[in-house]
């Protein structure tokens, strides 16, 4: 039998040959065939969750809520390299300095990651700001959502920190932090699917002894994650609950 | 039980109140006019039991509460109560989350210190297996326009609920 291996889009593109080693390592430890397939959109990964296609998964917090509530996906290890955050920038001669200068009818780019750009809001609202009274420009990358701001197409940007941080040198040198979120507990998680249910503590185990050595340590250098920290059930559903309560808007 | 605040905590000139906390009973608090702003980009967030019984607090709770974590586990959560607060909206909190519904609304924190914050708290209930096990509240920095309505709102409030007693 073979498994549906994929990641998140929102995974920085420069990162991906070295899943398909990751995947190959998967395989020869576990005795099992993963197939990894990359989806470049969120659509279509979304499309792919319903029809039930996917076994493991790199999900992002936003999708992790909707695998362990409704698709029955346990979480195995996320990684040990601290949280996922978020970041709001303008260009560095923007008239903007706090968040607060920010008003409604602002024009605001993002990505379509959805769990950065539900962070980005949470952080835009001591403005005001919401997604009624802000004009969006859905980018494809973070990069072009710095070009949004280089060329004054957007008043602010809304980036994932670890994005924001590995942009070059002189393209962060172009724009300037107005805020940068501290919420801890926001992950992406590694999930197995129902299929794979009775080989969770396995994979789990396997996982969290890579980098004992050297070959495993560099493989998991080559995804830019340290190690992998095991995570239990109450963890995840902590954190669903958390994004349940960010995006909530009353009617 | 909910200890008495104490005078030696609080920093400068002070006014004393006394709480009717709900399962709890007198509460004295001891309140300035400082208010300690929210800090930016970060998410206060704690659990309770059914019961209101704080069983975790993030840093940020922490730091802004002004209480050690060993003094918040375990204390209601009701610890922060500030007496502009109505009793109004606590009632309505509680009887939205035991509904299983998300209750959303802006709160005036009481400090350790005495000072206040205010919050836009947002509050969930967890439900494991089809049982609320407990309530998740979060916390995030309000506007401030929003939060000038409530202190008129709330003050309107609290009026009223100390004339019916």
């Given at each position: 039998?073979?498994?549906?291996?994929?990641?998140?889009?929102?995974?920085?593109?420069?990162?991906?040959?070295?899943?398909?080693?990751?995947?190959?390592?998967?395989?020869?430890?576990?005795?099992?065939?993963?197939?990894?397939?990359?989806?470049?959109?969120?659509?279509?990964?979304?499309?792919?969750?319903?029809?039930?296609?996917?076994?493991?998964?790199?999900a992002?917090?936003?999708?992790?809520?909707?695998?362990?509530?409704?698709?029955?996906?346990?979480?195995?290890?996320?990684?040990?390299?601290?949280a996922?955050?978020a970041?709001?920038?303008?260009?560095?001669?923007?008239?903007?300095?706090?968040?607060?200068?920010?008003?409604?009818?602002?024009?605001?780019?993002?990505?379509?990651?959805?769990?950065?750009?539900?962070?980005?809001?949470?952080?835009?609202?001591?403005?005001?700001?919401?997604?009624?009274?802000?004009?969006?420009?859905?980018?494809?990358s973070?990069?072009?959502?710095?070009?949004?701001?280089f060329?004054?197409?957007?008043?602010a940007?809304?980036?994932?920190?670890?994005?924001?941080?590995e942009?070059?040198?002189?393209?962060?040198?172009?724009?300037?932090?107005?805020?940068?979120?501290?919420?801890?507990?926001?992950?992406?998680?590694?999930?197995?699917?129902?299929?794979?249910?009775?080989?969770?503590?396995?994979?789990r185990?396997?996982?969290?002894?890579?980098?004992?050595?050297?070959?495993?340590?560099?493989?998991?250098?080559?995804?830019?994650v340290?190690r992998?920290?095991?995570?239990?059930?109450?963890?995840?559903?902590?954190?669903?609950?958390?994004?349940?309560?960010?995006s909530?808007?009353?009617? | 039980?909910l200890?008495?605040?104490?005078?030696?905590?609080?920093?400068g000139?002070?006014?004393?109140?006394?709480?009717?906390?709900?399962?709890?009973?007198?509460?004295?608090?001891?309140?300035?006019?400082?208010?300690?702003?929210?800090?930016?980009?970060?998410?206060?967030?704690?659990?309770?039991?059914?019961?209101g019984?704080?069983?975790?607090?993030?840093?940020?709770?922490?730091?802004?509460?002004?209480?050690?974590?060993?003094?918040?586990?375990?204390?209601?959560?009701?610890?922060?109560?500030?007496p502009?607060?109505?009793?109004?909206?606590?009632?309505?909190?509680?009887r939205?989350v035991?509904r299983?519904?998300i209750?959303?609304?802006?709160?005036?924190?009481?400090r350790?210190?005495?000072?206040?914050?205010?919050?836009?708290?947002?509050?969930?209930?967890?439900?494991?297996?089809?049982?609320?096990?407990?309530?998740?509240?979060?916390?995030?920095?309000p506007?401030?326009?929003?939060?000038?309505?409530?202190?008129?709102l709330?003050a309107?409030?609290?009026?009223?609920?100390?004339?019916?007693?």
């Amino acid at each position: 039998m073979s498994y549906v291996f994929t990641v998140s889009p929102d995974f920085s593109p420069d990162h991906l040959p070295e899943w398909f080693v990751f995947n190959t390592w998967m395989q020869r430890v576990s005795g099992l065939r993963f197939h990894l397939e990359l989806m470049d959109h969120f659509s279509n990964l979304r499309r792919a969750v319903e029809a039930d296609r996917i076994d493991l998964i790199y999900a992002n917090p936003h999708d992790a809520a909707t695998l362990v509530r409704e698709k029955g996906f346990v979480a195995l290890v996320k990684p040990g390299d601290g949280a996922d955050e978020a970041v709001i920038a303008v260009s560095a001669d923007s008239p903007f300095h706090r968040v607060e200068d920010l008003e409604p009818g602002s024009r605001i780019a993002t990505t379509e990651d959805p769990d950065v750009h539900l962070m980005g809001m949470i952080l835009l609202e001591p403005a005001g700001l919401n997604r009624e009274n802000v004009t969006l420009h859905h980018c494809d990358s973070y990069v072009l959502v710095a070009k949004h701001l280089f060329r004054g197409e957007s008043d602010a940007g809304i980036f994932l920190a670890r994005a924001f941080d590995e942009l070059s040198r002189p393209v962060r040198e172009r724009l300037r932090t107005l805020v940068r979120s501290d919420i801890q507990v926001i992950h992406h998680y590694l999930m197995a699917g129902p299929r794979l249910a009775d080989r969770v503590d396995d994979l789990r185990d396997r996982l969290t002894a890579m980098g004992d050595d050297a070959k495993t340590a560099e493989i998991l250098k080559g995804l830019g994650v340290s190690r992998w920290e095991a995570v239990d059930e109450e963890e995840v559903e902590f954190m669903v609950d958390l994004m349940d309560t960010l995006s909530y808007s009353p009617a | 039980m909910l200890s008495d605040m104490n005078p030696a905590d609080v920093t400068g000139d002070y006014r004393e109140y006394t709480l009717d906390l709900f399962g709890i009973g007198p509460r004295r608090v001891l309140v300035t006019d400082e208010e300690v702003p929210y800090p930016d980009g970060c998410l206060i967030v704690s659990r309770t039991d059914t019961e209101g019984i704080i069983t975790h607090v993030n840093r940020s709770f922490v730091a802004m509460s002004g209480y050690t974590e060993d003094e918040l586990i375990g204390a209601p959560h009701s610890i922060l109560r500030h007496p502009d607060m109505p009793r109004a909206a606590f009632a309505d909190l509680w009887r939205t989350v035991q509904r299983g519904e998300i209750w959303q609304g802006y709160v005036k924190n009481l400090r350790k210190d005495g000072a206040h914050y205010w919050v836009k708290a947002t509050v969930i209930p967890n439900v494991r297996r089809g049982r609320i096990v407990g309530y998740t509240s979060v916390r995030r920095k309000p506007e401030r326009r929003k939060v000038e309505e409530c202190i008129a709102l709330y003050a309107r409030m609290v009026a009223e609920e100390r004339e019916v007693k």
